[in-house]
């Protein structure tokens, strides 16, 4: 079954600290991964995706993701959290023929600590 | 340039009720997708357009339907509305192409009385 696991519900992290959100998927094909932030009461904002290549992947708001085959994970880390970066993190995973048809995690909530 | 448009933002509707949400893609895609996201969960396919036809259908009962129009625009419909509806629904547009990642409107938010 494809699925995508997010084990952690919520996570809270002092202002500067360090982050990683963990992202665990099962998918049949050659996954496409992604990131999204969610804020409250909007949609969703690509921060970061991999397709093939590089397994490090950077994105926006200095986030990267490393894509571990052997561990079917893609956690998404940051070195240094800002109060703006607190809001909901889905993991979504996808194929080369149904990128459009993505499975999600159901989220990570972040808060940061002034 | 102006990203992915839905409205109305939120809606209020009664069991039983239909409604119509609608969606203008990012200028230049092709693709429009919907998404259910319930309160507390990760967003849910329902349905992908491209070009005017249905690509792409998620595990939702026939009471959800949806269209493209020629200028991309796209509408998601629901019948028979269930309390079980209530739910953001997010509409994505890309541009179609197999690697192109999914952008996402604001959403709408509908609730169910």
């Known amino acids: 079954a494809q699925s995508v696991t997010q084990p952690d519900i919520h996570i809270t992290v002092s202002e500067g600290a360090s982050l990683e959100l963990r992202c665990n998927y099962s998918?049949?094909?050659?996954?496409?991964l992604f990131w999204y932030v969610q804020s409250p009461g909007q949609g969703l904002q690509l921060l970061l995706k991999?397709?093939?290549?590089?397994?490090l992947v950077q994105g926006i708001k200095g986030f990267e993701a490393e894509f571990k085959r052997s561990q079917s994970s893609f956690n998404l880390r940051k070195p240094s959290v800002h109060w703006s970066d607190a809001a909901e993190y889905f993991c979504a995973v996808g194929g080369m023929d149904s990128s459009y048809k993505l499975i999600f995690g159901s989220g990570t909530r972040l808060l940061v600590r002034p | 340039d102006a990203g992915v448009t839905q409205s109305p933002t939120h809606l209020i509707k009664t069991r039983g009720q239909q409604v119509t949400l609608r969606c203008s893609p990012i200028s230049g895609h092709k693709s429009v997708s919907w998404y259910q996201q319930v309160l507390g969960q990760g967003p849910q396919f329902i349905f992908q357009?491209?070009?005017?036809?249905?690509?792409g259908r998620g595990n939702f009962p026939d009471r959800f339907s949806a269209r493209q129009f020629p200028n991309y625009s796209s509408e998601l419909n629901v019948n028979a509305l269930l309390l079980g509806d209530s739910a953001l629904y997010l509409c994505?547009?890309?541009?179609?192409?197999?690697?192109?990642?999914?952008?996402f409107g604001n959403g709408t938010r509908l609730t169910v009385t």
């Open positions: 357009y491209y070009e005017k036809e249905e690509r």
């Open positions: 991999y397709f093939s290549g590089d397994t």
């Open positions: 994505a547009s890309s541009s179609g192409q197999a690697n192109s990642p999914l952008h």
């Open positions: 998918y049949g094909a050659t996954p496409y």
